[in-house]
């Protein structure tokens, strides 16, 4: 158990560590585009940017994350699951692209008001992008290839940055240069998704897989309705704000949100490792024993960051964005506790995904997603967009409480074991301490040392 343990840290703090520089660099590209565009820029660019998004998970059909599962599996060889995945990916990308003109041409009005046509053409060059980078770096992180994993994503936020600093920063070009900025990104990962691929994987044979193909819809499809159920929750608020208000709320808004996300990083990098390791995990002991562990100890980080974050969010919000972002604080305050509660959800969602059991999850997303889209048209109108930060706060906190009495019955924990720092947790924060400290006053003497 150890053993497993020392592993997943490890790796866990390798996209920990990857994700950190990936939200430095996330938020150097949020300032930029935030103190360029301003409220208006940025809500029209956030709006334009989640078609793509949106068509994405519509037209994935959970086979990224079948993949994972497989691999973990090992039912099929990653040379095949790699070879159908591009197949795959190049033909839904293409569906879905022709799908997203249809959605400019007849429905921009009504979905998308405020936003001009250019800009949602412009931003459906990224679904066929998209689709191919995830179909292809998830079968990277089945193979627990995290390094990898990460390196492509650091890639993309670093050429996004650079392309940014200089389509915006030197030359003002405004809305476009974003979402251009955006596409090269992409292009630049799905360059380096083929060089990791193919040294990794070696020689390969394209062709359709009948089998494969069946077993990853099959799969794919359970955890392809939670995806779309996901995308709704996090996002159905932006729509919302966008019709009943206007872009400008929706550049208020997205910035509260883009903070208030950025708690996830522990979640997202625990999550991230734990669903290889649960799909290819068949001790269930150390299963039962293992994603408590991790929940209760990231749920307590994360607590712990919100708090900072609560107090420090108007400082952070003025410093990055300037004062014409004020209107983003109390949202960003308000969010914040469905941070929480959505971090512990990712990862026991994670930890049913491996097992098998996705549609659970799906289950618990449905009333979760209905009850926040009552919630916003209720509030959103009454309270702005602080309405809508309650209605997903509200909504995360009932999906985690669901999931939580879900995930105890299936693994026969208790709900303190799950939710509840151990005493096991304060030896390791107690070691982790001190090996901390014992590091800080080696490097102190060197530098003493040094100086006589």
């Not at 509260?256 to 269930?284: D, R, Y």
Request: with cysteine.
């Amino acid at each position: 158990m150890k053993k497993h343990i020392g592993k997943f840290t490890i790796d866990s703090s390798i996209t920990f560590g990857s994700r950190i520089l990936q939200l430095a660099l996330g938020i150097g590209t949020s300032v930029i585009i935030a103190r360029v565009l301003g409220p208006q820029g940025k809500g029209i660019y956030s709006l334009a940017i989640l078609l793509p998004s949106l068509l994405a998970t519509l037209g994935n059909f959970g086979i990224p994350q079948a993949s994972v599962f497989y691999v973990g599996k090992k039912k099929y060889l990653p040379g095949v699951i790699f070879a159908n995945n591009i197949i795959l990916s190049i033909l839904l990308g293409i569906v879905c692209f022709l799908i997203g003109l249809m959605i400019i041409l007849f429905f921009r009005s009504s979905l998308f008001p405020g936003v001009a046509k250019v800009y949602l053409f412009l931003a459906l060059f990224l679904v066929p992008l998209n689709f191919f980078i995830n179909f292809v770096n998830y079968l990277l992180l089945g193979l627990q290839k995290i390094k990898e994993f990460n390196f492509v994503s650091i890639l993309q936020s670093f050429v996004f940055l650079t392309s940014l600093s200089v389509f915006l920063l030197m030359f003002k070009f405004g809305i476009k240069a974003a979402i251009i900025s955006n596409i090269l990104s992409c292009f630049m990962g799905i360059v380096l998704l083929l060089y990791l691929a193919k040294r990794i994987i070696g020689n390969f044979h394209f062709g359709f897989n009948k089998s494969y193909i069946k077993d990853a819809f099959k799969y794919g499809v359970k955890v392809y309705l939670g995806n779309i159920i996901g995308f709704l929750h996090y996002r159905t608020d932006m729509f919302l704000i966008n019709i009943f208000l206007n872009p400008i709320a929706v550049g208020f808004y997205s910035i509260a949100t883009a903070l208030a996300e950025k708690i996830w990083l522990v979640s997202q990098s625990a999550g991230t490792v734990l669903f290889p390791k649960v799909s290819s995990e068949i001790n269930e002991q150390k299963l039962k024993e293992f994603t408590p562990r991790v929940c209760r100890n990231v749920l307590l980080i994360t607590f712990i960051g919100t708090i900072l974050l609560f107090f420090l969010g108007k400082l952070l919000i003025v410093l990055f964005y300037s004062e014409k972002f004020l209107n983003s604080v109390l949202p960003f305050q308000i969010l914040l506790i469905g941070s929480v509660t959505m971090s512990g959800w990712r990862v026991l969602a994670n930890d049913l995904y491996g097992r098998g059991r996705p549609e659970i999850n799906i289950y618990i997303s449905v009333v979760s997603v209905v009850l926040n889209v009552i919630l916003n048209i209720i509030w959103i109108p009454r309270y702005r967009i602080a309405g809508a930060a309650w209605a997903t706060s509200v909504s995360y906190t009932f999906a985690f409480i669901v999931i939580t009495i879900a995930y105890t019955k299936i693994s026969g924990n208790c709900w303190s074991k799950v939710l509840i720092p151990q005493q096991g947790d304060w030896m390791l924060y107690r070691g982790i301490g001190l090996a901390l400290g014992q590091c800080v006053r080696r490097r102190m003497k060197a530098l003493f040392r040094s100086l006589d």
